[in-house]
């Protein structure tokens, strides 16, 4: 079946960068593309972007103001999210969703990322 | 602010029918499908529904979807206490996916 494994929970500076992870296994890792949503405590969900496994070609959401980059490892089956210049405005579950006919279709686990000095 | 309004709260009783409404405008909802998910306390979300009205495997027939215009709505017949959670529409505006504010669903 459809796995979506995600690195564990994070705690970062303001300022320092966190890399998050997301693993998948049960299906062909390019033919579907790998949205990142994340979700502050509280707060409604938020999406952030996606890759094309295939190609590598990204889109983000302009609410990141650039600092967010999408990459993936085709040989490993793993996508990964990087978010820099961290505010403790970016603590949060940060998702990866496997997207099929227009929708998260699969959801990883989620990882929690705390932003605190 | 959401370009997709839904409606913080609905209740209703064990057996009972709700709805969520989900309405944007012609740049999202009146030109592109509807998703809507459904996270239960402390998971992640889970896909209920597709392109408007279709629904995954292992989702039951007394959830549905339906459109109109530049509305959506989810429907939810026979509540369970099950079906506490919170509900998100979502769709594309302008190749940037949107989410709704979440309708938090409370089963009396």
């Known amino acids: 079946q459809v796995q979506l494994v995600q690195s564990g929970a994070e705690v970062k500076k303001p300022g320092a960068s966190v890399m998050v992870s997301c693993k998948a296994s049960?299906?062909?890792?390019?033919?579907?593309?790998i949205h990142w949503v994340r979700q502050a405590p509280g707060h409604r969900l938020e999406w952030m972007g996606w890759?094309?496994?295939?190609?590598?070609?990204?889109k983000d959401s302009q609410n990141l103001q650039g600092r967010v980059t999408f990459t993936r490892d085709t040989s490993a089956n793993t996508a990964y999210m990087e978010l820099r210049s961290l505010t403790s405005e970016d603590t949060a579950i940060y998702y990866c969703?496997?997207?099929?006919?227009?929708?998260?279709?699969?959801w990883g686990q989620g990882a929690l990322v705390t932003v605190s000095s | 602010q959401s370009v997709l309004t839904q409606p913080p709260s609905v209740s209703a009783a064990p057996g009972q029918k709700v709805t969520i409404s989900c309405s944007g405008g012609?740049?999202?909802?009146?030109?592109?499908?509807v998703s809507w998910y459904q996270q239960l306390p402390g998971t992640a979300p889970k896909l209920l529904i597709y392109?408007?009205?279709k629904r995954p495997s292992g989702i039951p027939d007394r959830i549905s979807g339906s459109k109109s215009g530049t509305s959506a709505t989810l429907g939810i017949t026979g509540l369970q206490t099950g079906d506490e959670a919170d509900y998100y529409c979502?769709?594309?505006?302008?190749?940037?996916?949107?989410f709704g504010r979440g309708t938090k669903l409370t089963v009396l």
């Open positions: 979502g769709t594309w505006d302008s190749s940037v996916w949107v």
């Open positions: 012609s740049s999202n909802i009146g030109n592109n499908y």
């Open positions: 969703l496997r997207w099929y006919y227009d929708s998260g279709w699969d």
């Open positions: 890759i094309n496994t295939a190609t590598g070609n990204t």
């Open positions: 049960g299906y062909k890792f390019t033919n579907f593309p």
């Open positions: 392109e408007d009205n």
